[in-house]
């Protein structure tokens, strides 16, 4: 057998992986229309269109279910939001991190993901800690990592990459997620959107970059 055909995924395994989507995608629904607590396995394995006995294969407890949405959500984000492109004009790769991190987290139904997780932290610690390491962490250390080159380069000043790299990242959400987050506001708007990440690269630029 070739090296190629050993590295093909074989049908079993394809149907496998496409088993785990609809159960993930079924459980997600479930857990948006009802929460956390009130989602019970009967009902995910409807929304999902399985039966419970299939459920149970692919996962123990809705516990395991939800934290393994949570992490391909994180993974999504971390995977294609926070891969900067290291040749870009900085000016340009800031604001396009700060527009997709924008949309992801206004996206539908990011946002009562994310309230279930806060919800549901106090008693599952571990859950919250996997949630914020492989997510918002993530994000953080990725932009640091490239700040950090950016300094090196002689792009930027000097400075505590981690700190700005939090910050920035805050500012580009702060008057637009967050008010979602706290039921005061819906979705932005493009424009908006674009207003708010573009003072936050100006406000970070005028900053940080070298003169």
Do not use: W
């Amino acid at each position: 057998m070739s090296t190629l055909e050993r590295d093909r995924p074989t049908d079993e395994a394809r149907e496998d992986s496409a088993k785990r989507r609809q159960i993930l995608d079924g459980a997600r629904r479930a857990f948006l229309s009802n929460g956390f607590d009130a989602a019970s396995m009967n009902e995910i394995a409807r929304a999902a269109g399985v039966s419970k006995g299939t459920l149970y294969v692919y996962f123990k407890s809705k516990e395991e279910l939800f934290e393994a949405i949570v992490e391909a959500q994180c993974r999504l984000q971390g995977g294609q939001i926070f891969s900067l492109e290291r040749g870009a004009d900085i000016e340009a790769e800031l604001k396009r991190l700060g527009r997709d991190f924008s949309r992801f987290v206004s996206r539908p139904g990011g946002v009562s993901e994310l309230r279930t997780v806060i919800a549901i932290a106090e008693r599952m610690p571990e859950l919250g800690a996997s949630f914020y390491l492989s997510g918002p962490a993530l994000g953080v250390e990725n932009l640091q990592k490239y700040l950090e080159e950016k300094v090196a380069e002689g792009v930027l000043e000097p400075h505590d990459c981690e700190v700005s790299a939090a910050q920035f990242i805050d500012a580009c959400v702060s008057t637009t997620f967050k008010p979602m987050l706290f039921n005061h506001a819906g979705p932005p708007s493009e424009e908006r959107i674009g207003h708010v990440v573009d003072m936050a690269v100006h406000a970070f630029l005028a900053a940080y970059r070298k003169r």
